[in-house]
């Protein structure tokens, strides 16, 4: 069964819908703000998002509002698939890793100051599943719903979870997507590792120190329904080398990267851009340099959008998903290859690779196909392949 991405929302740092995320791609400017208020003792940038639309108050949360945002966007298309199936037909499959935290630090550094919780407090809000309940009654939607959690591959495992549903008939459409939002936890977790660059993120340099944290949701959806962008691969495996660290030599995410290539029935000469999970921290950087070179021609076009972004956590999947998106369907006019923004200063441990400079056109080619990696902790990896749909 061949599925489509008839509609796709997105926020992030680079702005708010398709439209001016793109024009954000296209001028290659980081979107980082200096933030001193989340670590102790330390100032970083982050990737804000920077217009957040307001809730009722028993959804609130800075999650809720981002995914909401997304939501908004292809709300007409949810709920004219809604019509035609019926809302139980309908799933809802999302992925984060931060939820609510954020409200969680506020009603707890509340509490210490006046021995009280806040009036409204809910803890359910930071629950992880609370996502899919949000979008599910903000949608009106009530076929499956659930949230993925497996770190930073979360919102790009949707895509595969969701496929599974609507093949084996347990919805005949769906909702997926992803956010994530600022938060203390997230970034003193980071540091503690000490794996959080004090500057902008430098994917890929022989200068890079670590990520970026960023924030930020997307929302498509996906159905039989014939449309512009077709998913034509996920391919998902389990290294497990380590809690934190991924396998050195990349095997993981060269699996999953020849999996969703098997499955789309492509070759790694068919894909025209990979959008590498390039986090900035050493190891990442290598093994995944070393995995996409032992498996793709070396005139591929590469590159890592979180150096314009920041890496967005539970969220990145789906929104550099949505970058993909972009490229793919020719109405949003998108003309671009989303660009590699660092130093320039090349590895010389690394295989080289061919990272997009800004202003590179899309490739002239049909058909044309793209790759998107996302890799979470403990060897969570996710491979999708995303094309123009002939």
Not at 65 to 83: D, F, K, S, T, Y
Not at 214 to 232: H, I, K, N, T, W
Request: charged letters at 15%; glycine letters at 12%; a neutral charge.
């Amino acid at each position: 069964m061949r599925l489509f991405l008839n509609a796709c929302g997105v926020v992030c740092p680079l702005g708010s819908g398709v439209a001016a995320v793109a024009r954000g791609l296209a001028a290659a400017r980081p979107a980082f703000t200096p933030r001193a208020d989340l670590i102790p003792g330390r100032t970083v940038p982050v990737g804000m998002v920077s217009a957040v639309p307001a809730l009722p108050a028993n959804a609130e949360s800075r999650n809720n509002r981002l995914m909401a945002a997304a939501l908004e966007q292809i709300a007409p298309a949810v709920a004219a698939a809604a019509r035609r199936f019926g809302p139980h037909r309908v799933a809802v499959v999302l992925g984060t890793s931060t939820s609510g935290i954020a409200e969680g630090e506020q009603a707890l550094a509340a509490r210490r100051q006046s021995g009280a919780w806040p009036e409204g407090f809910l803890y359910s809000r930071q629950e992880t599943g609370s996502l899919a309940d949000f979008a599910a009654r903000h949608l009106g939607l009530s076929g499956p719903a659930y949230v993925i959690a497996t770190a930073c591959s979360s919102s790009a495992k949707v895509f595969a979870s969701a496929r599974r549903l609507i093949r084996l008939g347990l919805a005949d459409a769906a909702l997926v997507g992803g956010a994530d939002s600022l938060c203390r936890m997230a970034l003193n977790g980071f540091n503690a590792l000490e794996a959080l660059s004090g500057e902008a993120c430098r994917p890929f340099s022989r200068h890079r120190d670590g990520i970026t944290i960023g924030e930020g949701a997307a929302a498509f959806l996906l159905s039989p329904d014939p449309g512009a962008v077709e998913l034509l691969g996920a391919g998902e495996s389990s290294d497990a080398h380590h809690a934190t660290a991924p396998h050195p030599e990349g095997d993981g995410a060269r699996l999953s990267m020849a999996q969703a290539l098997a499955e789309a029935g492509l070759t790694p000469a068919d894909i025209a851009y990979i959008n590498l999970h390039g986090t900035a921290t050493p190891l990442n950087d290598a093994m995944e340099a070393k995995a996409v070179a032992a498996l793709f021609p070396p005139e591929t076009w590469c590159g890592s959008t979180k150096g314009l972004t920041g890496h967005m956590l539970g969220g990145t999947g789906a929104v550099e998903a949505a970058f993909l998106w972009l490229c793919l369907d020719p109405a949003t006019g998108c003309a671009t290859l989303p660009p590699h923004v660092w130093d320039g200063a090349a590895d010389p441990a690394l295989p080289p690779l061919r990272l997009v400079p800004p202003g590179t056109a899309l490739p002239a080619r049909a058909p044309l196909a793209m790759l998107s990696n996302s890799f979470g902790f403990g060897g969570s990896n996710v491979s999708l392949i995303l094309g123009r749909a002939s």
